[in-house]
């Protein structure tokens, strides 16, 4: 028996299937494959950092966000019991202000803390509805009531000036 016939293609034909295995290449063991995954995992954990430093910084009152002072609307256009309907902080962001008494104005903002839908004002029932999943809120703290909403309607900071109510910023989610 020779031996230099070991491991050898025993003829030349055009089949592939035997250069499996060559010299140079590249293997992916199971080794291999765990490195470059904790490695891709590190590379992306590292990258959020920046991220979460944003977010804590937001989280713990860090970030000092500044509320532009906007007009509502007056005083006297607005009677006891009813709601007037607004854009705060942006254009794109609905709020509520509410009179509920004479001189006791609230504002929130106008999206269900359940799954954003609009809130609507009752009068007569003096509460804040929520109709998409049945959601009441309290008008006196934006507390929920009743349904599926488990945080606070954000409530926006108002300030009467001359007959004229401004919306001046929004309160901080308090756990």
């Avoid at 000092?64 to 709601?83: F, W």
């Avoid at 029932?125 to 909403?149: D, R």
Wanted: glycine share 10%; proline share 7%; aromatic share 10%.
């Amino acid at each position: 028996m020779n031996s230099n016939r070991n491991n050898q293609i025993p003829f030349e034909e055009d089949n592939y299937t035997h250069n499996i295995r060559k010299n140079n290449e590249r293997k992916l063991d199971r080794r291999a494959f765990m490195k470059t995954v904790a490695g891709a995992a590190g590379v992306f954990g590292v990258s959020t950092l920046p991220w979460g430093a944003l977010a804590a910084k937001e989280l713990a009152g860090f970030g000092g966000k500044k509320y532009e002072r906007v007009k509502i609307g007056e005083t006297a256009k607005l009677k006891v019991g009813e709601a007037l309907e607004f854009a705060y902080p942006s254009e794109h962001d609905t709020a509520l202000l509410i009179r509920l008494g004479e001189n006791e104005y609230k504002a929130y903002q106008n999206a269900c803390t359940h799954l954003r839908c609009p809130v609507f004002w009752d009068g007569p029932k003096k509460e804040l509805v929520c109709p998409c999943h049945h959601g009441f809120f309290n008008p006196q703290n934006g507390v929920p009531t009743a349904g599926p909403p488990r945080r606070p309607l954000p409530e926006i900071t108002v300030e009467i000036d001359g007959g004229v109510i401004y919306a001046t910023g929004v309160k901080r989610y308090e756990a």
